[in-house]
Structure formats: C-alpha cells, structure tokens
C-alpha cells in the first residue's frame, strides 16, 4: 500500500482504541422517560407497538416510577389523559392531582416535566379551542387556557412545563403567568419545532388524542410545522428563545436531524430532541420481528441525537437505558 495513504482501519480494529476515539457519548443522565396517566381505567393498559410503555392508573403510576428510580431513571415526561373532555372551560385537575402524588412521593429524587396540550382533553381532539364555525383552532382563546393549565401543574409542583401545542405566543404567556404566581424557578422546555408528523400515531392511541373524524379539521396542519420548511422551524424556536423558553426541542427526532443539527448551532440554549412514539415503535416492531438488534438500534439513534446536537432526549426507552447502554 502506498505510505501516504489514510490509513484508518487502525482505530477501528478493536473496542478498546474505537471507545478512545468515540467522540459521542450518552448516557443516562440525558434520557427523559414518558409516563401517561388516563383517567378511569382500573388497570393499567398496554399501547399498540410501544413495548415496555402503558396507559398508568394513578395508583399504577407511582409504582412504575418507583421501579424507574430504583433503575435508575430519574427524568419523567407526563402526559395527563383526563376521562371528561370539554370544548373549553378545561378541567386540569386529574393531571394537577397525578403531579401532586408524584411530587408527595418523590419530591427532589425525580425531575418532572409536565406537557402542556389540550388535546388529550377535547371532544374533537384537536389541540385547542375551535372557532364558533369549527373550521380553525383560535389562537389567543387558547393560549389562555395553556396559560391556565401551566400555572396549575406548576403549583401542584411540576419542575418543568412542557407546551406541545404550537399556538403562537405561547411561551410567553405562560412564563408571565407562573412569574405572576411567584412560580419563577419552574422551567419552561418549549416544543418550538414540532413537525406534524405521521409519526406520532401511537402516542394518540395512548393520549387519547387523535383529530375525531367527523369534525371539520382532520388534522394537525394549521398549527405544526410543514416537514419542508427549516425556517419556520427556526423563526419558531427564535421566537420561544426570546419568549423565555428554558430548553427548545425539534420533534420528531431522526427525520429531522438536519434541523436539530443546524438549530443547534444557531441558538445557544440547550436542546432536547424528542423521539417520538413512531420512531420507537418502528425499531420496536422490526426487532420483534427478528429484523434488527432493538437495543442495539436505539442506542445507535439515541447517538446520532447527540452528536446532531442535543443535550437531552425524550424516549421511550429511557426507563432501559440501563440495559441497552
Ligand atoms: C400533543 C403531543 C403529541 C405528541 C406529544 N405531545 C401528539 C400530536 O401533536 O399529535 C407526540 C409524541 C409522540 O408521538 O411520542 N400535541
């Protein structure tokens, strides 16, 4: 071979030199674990594709995290699914409650985030308040009750709000709200570019959260973000930035890493990357299939967010990182 050839093999030959070049590492600390808590059930309930995640009763609930803290996981995503859906007027309090028991049982040992969306909560499962003709989503009416609803868990003691929705003006009014409360150490992670993606269909079997198909608006367009424009992304995640946006985020996460990766750069604050219920349950379903390695795919996911540019992921398979690392 000639002598000036690159020669690269050499640091790939065993695991000892190929982890001293490793570049990217994750590890558990950055993982943060979904948790759904649904209102009347009596027991817990499995959710099509999502090995290992399930639709929790509040009492179910604190037993699973029970089982994630003594794992090792400590960073929790809560989706609260209340039984009595409304038009307006939102009743919070089975969440409100479910934070409130977490936070009794748990205190300092668990960061809890809690997402902030009205979907799980409509009659027609869209994720605000609808026009008098049905035919949009109103903006203002409903960032007063995302508002609402963030001051709430945030009193009942959530560490971090999480709003999903994609109103306008979001950030902001939620910030003022918890500031006026004198809730002012409670974080905010905004989920500044949330792509309307396929890829969320078995989340909304598990949130309860799907467009009913009767109604006017089928879906989602109006309000995420079109997977073919980047700056909308940016001008979002610019905006909740200025707004006062703690922690930005680009969902989902593999179809979007170009995002994550140009984003992350453009904006300082730190980033988490949501992996989103189709992406597991895509690696789910071909491992099960004898199709590829599962754990093996998902810590190979879970690092091209981290060398994409995030500091933090939400997955579904955080509760077996301890396994799979
Ligand atoms: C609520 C919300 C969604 C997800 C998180 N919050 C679904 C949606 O926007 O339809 C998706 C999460 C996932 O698929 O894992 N708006």
Redesign the pocket.
Known sequence: MDRHTLTLRRMRQNRHVRELARETRVSREQLVQ?LFAVDGISSPEPISGMTGVMRETPVSLLKTIERDLEAGTTKFLL?GVPARKAASGFDFSFTAGRIADIKKHFGEDLFLAV?I?L?SATTHGQ?GILSPGGDHVENNATVEELARAAGEYAAAGADCVAP??MMDGRVAAIRENLDRARLERTLVMS?SA?FCSR??????EA?D?APKGDAKLKD?TSY?IDPARYRDALMSSRRDDIEGADILMV??GLPYLDVLSRLSLEIPKPWAV?E???E?AAVELMAGQGLMDGPAAHVECWTSFVRAGASMIIT?GARKAGQWL
């Open positions: 979904p989706f997402d969306c979907c994720c999903s929705d989920y949330k890829f969320y269909g078995p989340f909304r949130a959260s989602r995420q969902k989902p949501y989103v219920s189709g597991y579904y």
